[in-house]
T-cell receptor, first 117, second 113 residues
Framework: NAGVMQNPRHLVRRRGQEARLRCSPM?????VYWYRQLPEEGLKFMVY????????ESGMPKERFSAEFPKEGPSILRIQQVVRGDSAAYFC???????????????FGEGSWLTVV | QKEVEQDPGPLSVPEGAIVSLNCTYS??????FMWYRQYSRKGPELLMY????GNKEDGRFTAQVDKSSKYISLFIRDSQPSDSATYLC?????????????FGKGTKLSVIP
């Protein structure tokens, strides 16, 4: 049973370019989350999506960042006009249900490391 | 005051030692508590999951939650070099909003052969 799949694993972008990070959840999971891990910082929640819906984007920067989870295909985290401060590890996670509780936990992918030069 | 405090270490122990990792938190509404292990340049891997106060044991790992003190612990018995990793505590609310995990910064552990 494949886990949460993220690609690319490593991405280098010049300042001002766009970064697109993709995430396929675990089989049977319809809830997707994106977290960001800045150097020397803990993981920070960014956004929670279900198929075709953004449920909570309270952790997303107001500008340049967007996320989607279309009916078909992977979830996409898009960062426009990247700046050096966007350099971080971006983790996607998935769960079978939206509320953490008995029998429902959140599983993380291997991450996408973005470096902005 | 940060919501979740975790000593970043690094913590270095000899093989076979008992390791104690801890987190404190400020939000008394947290109900679910998790420990993740993260190897370098890898994703967090769920180790233990507990609900509210109490203990939970799984093999060499024991998770403890003391809600009255807002304090959680992970104990690793008979530590192995393969346990060398960063350990992240995470917690969430109950019900609506429980999908959002709040993490500590992680404690880096090295187990020396």
């Amino acid at each position: 049973n494949a886990g949460v799949m993220q690609n690319p694993r490593h991405l280098v972008r010049r300042r001002g370019q766009e970064a697109r990070l993709r995430c396929s959840p675990m089989k049977g999971h319809s809830h997707v989350y994106w977290y960001r891990q800045l150097p020397e910082e803990g993981l920070k929640f960014m956004v929670y999506l279900q198929k075709e819906n953004i449920i909570d984007e309270s952790g997303m920067p107001k500008e340049r960042f967007s996320a989607e989870f279309p009916k078909e295909g992977p979830s996409i985290l898009r960062i426009q006009q990247v700046v050096r401060g966007d350099s971080a590890a971006y983790f996607c996670a998935s769960s079978p249900r939206g509320q953490v509780g008995a029998g429902n936990t959140i599983y993380f992918g291997e991450g996408s490391w973005l470096t902005v030069v | 005051q940060k919501e979740v405090e975790q000593d970043p270490g690094p913590l270095s122990v000899p093989e076979g030692a008992i390791v104690s990792l801890n987190c404190t938190y400020s939000n008394s509404a947290f109900q679910y508590f998790m420990w993740y292990r993260q190897y370098s340049r890898k994703g967090p891997e769920l180790l233990m999951y507990t609900y509210s106060s109490g203990n939970k044991e799984d093999g060499r790992f024991t998770a403890q939650v003391d809600k009255s003190s807002k304090y959680i612990s992970l104990f690793i018995r008979d530590s192995q070099p393969s346990d060398s990793a960063t350990y992240l505590c995470a917690m969430s609310l109950s019900g609506a909003g429980s999908y959002q995990l709040t993490f500590g910064k992680g404690t880096k552990l090295s187990v020396i052969p």
